[in-house]
């Protein structure tokens, strides 16, 4: 186990199986006019011919080749990030029951102008991504609230939960207890605070420019005064805000709203215990597709890494990016990010592609004189910028399951990962920004 793998370009067929049946089933059924195309083909299923063409790619027993992908399903990121999904469901659908979002959208209407209302939704979500360090998270609390004010403001859906989810990207890629920034710096072998630092001199104009177009494309909107009945109900999205912010664990902050919620509706309405718990798990029901997809995709990342699929990746990028045997940091910096962005093409895990093109990333930044903090940010600002695009990552079917978009309908209007990309390869092309070298 502790010898790398021999490059193996075949590794990667798999999950350009599970590409072609999920994107290439939705697309189909989106040129068809089929409603809700691609959801006509469940991400989960999608998955199942690319884990029998793994299965019959690897070597040894039946039991010996499962055993790669079994270990990438109880991988510890893959199972709380599983955990994090049920008790964001859960959360949802009791605050949700209780009458929590419906006064959260009333007030969020009577404090903010129309035109406001978009950037409004995208800087709560950014704080709420940082605080908390999981987008998911934030996409599961945020994005019902879009859907209110959606409703109650004349501002097209798409734009709403598009503002929630860069809201959710541009966050988690800032945090400092997200697992995107961990494995970033981890790789790279620098400070979180010295990449948090660097980073945001990118990813802070990037969000500046998106402000400035929510609230240009918002300015048709007009509030529609709400009366809120019972403004108390607002309490659990602050309770998560404050939990949040002091550094609490992500799973005890869902879990703390959950219960204060249940609290909350048994004390000022007629929310019985029954109710709640039915609600839970529904809560959980509802985030059944998004948790075996990522089971699914953990396994079957696994399976190309002990297959030879990263090593074959690595010698690629080698063979791509050097001229003559020189690697300039140009170079360098474009490759990591297309590396970067081709991983979480491919595993549609934003942790999971920068786990797995950090060892290159980091061998061809020391060829090319490139900062590890440089490194560590473009590796964290391309996946983040895939991540919030790509029609089946889990920040997209989440929202779209929330608020019944199609999911590439939904792509389309994540404006800030847009931007954040165009950003990032001008700060590439022009050296910015210029900083000491790193002792």
């Given at each position: 186990?502790?010898?790398?793998?021999?490059?193996?370009?075949?590794?990667?067929?798999?999950?350009?199986?599970?590409?072609?049946?999920?994107?290439?089933?939705?697309?189909?059924?989106?040129?068809?006019?089929?409603?809700?195309?691609?959801?006509?083909?469940?991400?989960?299923?999608?998955?199942?011919?690319?884990?029998?063409?793994?299965?019959?790619?690897?070597?040894?027993?039946?039991?010996?080749?499962?055993?790669?992908?079994?270990?990438?399903?109880?991988?510890?990121?893959?199972?709380?990030?599983?955990?994090?999904?049920?008790?964001?469901?859960?959360?949802?659908?009791?605050?949700?029951?209780?009458?929590?979002?419906?006064?959260?959208?009333?007030?969020?209407?009577?404090?903010?102008?129309?035109?406001?209302?978009?950037?409004?939704?995208?800087?709560?979500?950014?704080?709420?991504?940082?605080?908390?360090?999981?987008?998911?998270?934030?996409?599961?609390?945020?994005?019902?609230?879009?859907?209110?004010?959606?409703?109650?403001?004349?501002?097209?859906?798409?734009?709403?939960?598009?503002?929630?989810?860069?809201?959710?990207?541009?966050?988690?890629?800032?945090?400092?207890?997200?697992?995107?920034?961990?494995?970033?710096?981890?790789?790279?072998?620098?400070?979180?605070?010295?990449?948090?630092?660097?980073?945001?001199?990118?990813?802070?104009?990037?969000?500046?420019?998106?402000?400035?177009?929510?609230?240009?494309?918002?300015?048709?909107?007009?509030?529609?005064?709400?009366?809120?009945?019972?403004?108390?109900?607002?309490?659990?999205?602050?309770?998560?805000?404050?939990?949040?912010?002091?550094?609490?664990?992500?799973?005890?902050?869902?879990?703390?709203?959950?219960?204060?919620?249940?609290?909350?509706?048994?004390?000022?309405?007629?929310?019985?215990?029954?109710?709640?718990?039915?609600?839970?798990?529904?809560?959980?029901?509802?985030?059944?597709?998004?948790?075996?997809?990522?089971?699914?995709?953990?396994?079957?990342?696994?399976?190309?890494?002990?297959?030879?699929?990263?090593?074959?990746?690595?010698?690629?990028?080698?063979?791509?990016?050097?001229?003559?045997?020189?690697?300039?940091?140009?170079?360098c910096e474009l490759g990591i990010g297309a590396l970067v962005s081709i991983?979480?093409?491919?595993?549609?895990?934003?942790?999971?592609?920068?786990?797995?093109?950090?060892?290159?990333?980091?061998?061809?930044?020391?060829?090319?004189?490139?900062?590890?903090?440089?490194?560590?940010?473009?590796?964290?600002?391309?996946?983040?910028?895939?991540?919030?695009?790509?029609?089946?990552?889990?920040?997209?079917?989440?929202?779209?399951?929330?608020?019944?978009?199609?999911?590439?309908?939904?792509?389309?209007?994540?404006?800030?990962?847009?931007?954040?990309?165009?950003?990032?390869?001008?700060?590439?092309?022009?050296?910015?920004?210029?900083?000491?070298?790193?002792?």
């Amino acid at each position: 186990m502790n010898s790398t793998p021999a490059a193996n370009g075949r590794a990667m067929l798999p999950l350009c199986i599970f590409v072609a049946v999920f994107f290439g089933g939705g697309l189909y059924h989106y040129i068809q006019g089929a409603e809700f195309a691609f959801y006509q083909i469940k991400a989960p299923v999608a998955a199942l011919p690319a884990i029998i063409v793994a299965v019959l790619l690897a070597k040894g027993t039946i039991e010996e080749r499962v055993l790669p992908f079994l270990r990438g399903v109880g991988d510890v990121n893959i199972a709380t990030m599983c955990m994090v999904f049920l008790l964001a469901g859960a959360f949802s659908k009791v605050t949700g029951a209780i009458g929590g979002v419906d006064a959260t959208v009333a007030l969020g209407l009577q404090l903010l102008p129309g035109y406001f209302l978009l950037p409004g939704l995208f800087l709560v979500s950014s704080f709420i991504a940082t605080a908390m360090g999981t987008s998911m998270g934030t996409v599961a609390a945020i994005a019902p609230v879009a859907v209110g004010i959606s409703q109650g403001a004349d501002i097209g859906l798409t734009l709403c939960v598009g503002a929630v989810v860069g809201g959710a990207m541009f966050g988690d890629n800032l945090s400092m207890i997200s697992d995107t920034t961990i494995a970033a710096t981890r790789t790279q072998g620098c400070d979180m605070r010295d990449k948090l630092l660097f980073n945001i001199r990118i990813a802070l104009p990037a969000a500046i420019i998106t402000l400035m177009l929510l609230a240009f494309l918002g300015q048709g909107g007009e509030t529609v005064a709400r009366e809120v009945e019972n403004p108390v109900l607002v309490l659990p999205y602050l309770l998560v805000l404050i939990l949040a912010v002091s550094g609490m664990n992500v799973m005890a902050v869902l879990m703390s709203g959950i219960v204060i919620s249940m609290v909350l509706g048994m004390v000022t309405c007629d929310y019985t215990l029954g109710a709640a718990a039915n609600d839970i798990y529904a809560g959980f029901e509802s985030m059944v597709e998004i948790m075996i997809l990522s089971m699914f995709i953990g396994g079957l990342s696994k399976m190309m890494t002990e297959g030879g699929g990263k090593s074959w990746l690595t010698q690629t990028a080698r063979q791509l990016l050097s001229r003559g045997g020189h690697l300039s940091q140009r170079a360098c910096e474009l490759g990591i990010g297309a590396l970067v962005s081709i991983c979480n093409l491919f595993t549609a895990n934003n942790t999971v592609a920068i786990l797995a093109a950090g060892d290159v990333a980091k061998d061809l930044s020391r060829e090319a004189g490139v900062d590890p903090r440089r490194s560590a940010s473009l590796l964290d600002i391309f996946s983040c910028v895939v991540q919030g695009v790509i029609p089946w990552g889990a920040q997209i079917l989440l929202a779209g399951s929330i608020s019944g978009l199609s999911p590439l309908a939904l792509a389309g209007s994540v404006y800030y990962s847009w931007i954040l990309a165009v950003v990032a390869v001008v700060a590439i092309i022009t050296g910015f920004p210029k900083v000491q070298p790193s002792k």
